[in-house]
């Protein structure tokens, strides 16, 4: 009987010299992801918050950087996602045989419908909080304005001589009522 010959072990035989190797650069992905997240916030906050609130309101500043940085994480994920996927399928072209391969593209494709839902979610709930801010917005009146709680007119004291330069109106309908008025007038 001959002795068993010990099999060594070489690394360097499962690294297949004719394959490509791939680098996803993270950083640009890090990097891109809080663009993308910033502008996304900003140009919601545009729209929705007033910058005096936002000066005045340190604490909701804050609590939007928090927004920012979540938003950052679900795009950074995303965006990774879609890079691991893309490989993938490179991978299967490359080893149509592999099933390991589609049990993780079917995986991959299921976070990345997961991660764009919470995405949304979180755009929705940045939205949301954003026009809540309007309701705690101080709409300030001049001192010597007062508002007549039936019409919603701004009274200054002359009543004859109000116009919708000095009128403040609550819906469309006084608002039309207005103008016709002053349509007619003219």
Same mark, same amino acid.
């Given at each position: 009987?001959?002795?068993?010959?010990?099999?060594?072990?070489?690394?360097?035989? #499962?690294?297949?010299?004719?394959?490509?190797?791939?680098?996803?650069?993270?950083?640009?992905?890090?990097?891109? @992801? #809080?663009?993308?997240?910033?502008?996304?916030?900003?140009?919601?906050?545009?729209?929705?918050?007033d910058?005096?609130?936002?000066?005045?309101?340190?604490?909701?500043?804050?609590?939007?950087?928090?927004?920012?940085? @979540?938003?950052?994480? #679900?795009?950074?994920?995303?965006?990774?996602?879609?890079?691991?996927?893309?490989?993938?399928?490179?991978?299967?072209?490359?080893?149509?045989?592999?099933?390991?391969?589609?049990? +993780?593209?079917?995986?991959?494709?299921?976070?990345?419908?997961?991660?764009?839902?919470?995405? +949304?979610?979180?755009?929705?709930?940045?939205?949301?909080?954003l026009?809540n801010?309007?309701?705690?917005?101080?709409?300030?009146?001049?001192p010597?304005?007062?508002?007549?709680?039936?019409?919603?007119?701004?009274?200054?004291g002359?009543?004859?001589?109000?116009? +919708?330069?000095? @009128?403040?109106?609550?819906?469309?309908?006084?608002?039309?009522?207005q103008?016709?008025?002053? #349509?007619?007038?003219?």
């Amino acid at each position: 009987m001959s002795k068993p010959k010990d099999i060594e072990f070489d690394p360097s035989e #499962l690294i297949d010299n004719e394959e490509e190797i791939i680098n996803i650069d993270t950083d640009r992905i890090d990097n891109d @992801s #809080l663009q993308e997240a910033i502008d996304l916030v900003e140009n919601l906050k545009d729209i929705y918050a007033d910058p005096d609130f936002m000066n005045k309101n340190p604490k909701f500043a804050t609590r939007l950087k928090t927004e920012v940085e @979540s938003l950052r994480i #679900l795009l950074k994920m995303r965006k990774s996602d879609e890079a691991a996927h893309d490989i993938l399928l490179g991978a299967i072209g490359r080893n149509s045989s592999n099933a390991s391969l589609y049990r +993780s593209l079917s995986d991959i494709q299921k976070t990345i419908l997961s991660t764009t839902a919470d995405l +949304s979610a979180k755009i929705k709930d940045i939205n949301a909080m954003l026009k809540n801010i309007q309701l705690e917005i101080n709409f300030k009146q001049e001192p010597e304005e007062t508002v007549d709680p039936e019409t919603g007119e701004v009274i200054d004291g002359d009543t004859s001589s109000q116009n +919708s330069e000095n @009128s403040t109106f609550r819906g469309t309908k006084e608002f039309i009522k207005q103008m016709r008025q002053e #349509l007619d007038e003219t």
